[in-house]
């Protein structure tokens, strides 16, 4: 079975202030694929970001990055410079093997973020 | 604009009713998803579909139905069974037939079902 743990439940930055969201997870299966998601107050969750296991070279888009690390099992992902619009929840979500020839996408329960003017 | 829809927004269900829940979309996707979120958890997953005229049971099936007649709709009934119905729906589509493709779920915007 898979799990995905965001021990951050709740974060509160100040607008500017570079904040990092914690995701690890653990499968047995050796290809895998992360997702990041963010679901802003109105609802709809919205894809950031996917990488599979055999690439582990960390991605920058603007003011995100990520930092995927197979030999402890993370996939941060970092906010520069936060702004307002980034007050959000962010899911972290792993797709693997589930057996009977399916692929789940597990979930984690998420962190909220808050960025205060 | 493609992308997917659900309806309606907000839904209101008094004890004992069964009520189905909208999705549609226009991505010429050939798997979709349906998802329950309650407050503070991640999302759970309840039906999904890789095919037309095929579904397959999630985590948390029970008290729940879907359809899949068509390729572009994939409608979810919550039924009188469902103990404790309240929470956010969330459907998802992907591009492949799911199963052994590394596709990106994309989300609606979600209904939020309330039992009076």
């Known amino acids: 079975a898979q799990k995905v743990t965001q021990a951050q439940t709740e974060i509160s930055v100040v607008e500017k202030e570079d904040v990092t969201l914690d995701c690890v997870y653990e499968?047995?299966?050796?290809?895998?694929?992360l997702f990041w998601y963010k679901q802003p107050p109105s609802g709809e969750l919205v894809f950031l970001i996917r990488r599979n296991s055999f690439d582990e070279q960390n991605e920058i888009s603007g003011r995100y990055s990520w930092n995927f690390q197979k030999s402890t099992s993370s996939f941060n992902f970092t906010i520069t410079a936060s702004q307002v619009v980034d007050s959000a929840v962010y899911f972290c979500a792993l797709r693997a093997y589930s057996g009977a020839g399916s692929y789940q996408l597990t979930f984690g329960k998420g962190t909220k973020l808050s960025v205060i003017p | 604009d493609g992308g997917i829809t659900q309806s309606p927004k907000y839904l209101f269900r008094k004890e004992g009713q069964n009520v189905t829940l909208s999705c549609e979309q226009n991505?010429?996707?050939?798997?979709m998803y349906w998802y329950r979120q309650d407050p503070g958890q991640g999302l759970r997953l309840i039906y999904y579909?890789?095919?037309?005229?095929?579904?397959q049971k999630g985590d948390i099936a029970e008290g729940y139905s879907v359809s899949r007649e068509k390729k572009e709709s994939f409608p979810l009934t919550v039924t009188s069974a469902q103990k404790n119905p309240t929470a956010f729906y969330l459907c998802?589509?992907?591009?492949?037939?799911?199963?052994?493709?590394?596709?990106?779920?994309?989300f609606g915007p979600g209904t939020r079902l309330t039992v009076l």
């Open positions: 991505l010429n996707h050939d798997a």
């Open positions: 499968t047995r299966d050796t290809t895998y694929y």
């Open positions: 998802a589509s992907s591009s492949g037939q799911g199963g052994f493709s590394t596709d990106t779920q994309y």
């Open positions: 579909s890789q095919i037309v005229n095929d579904f």
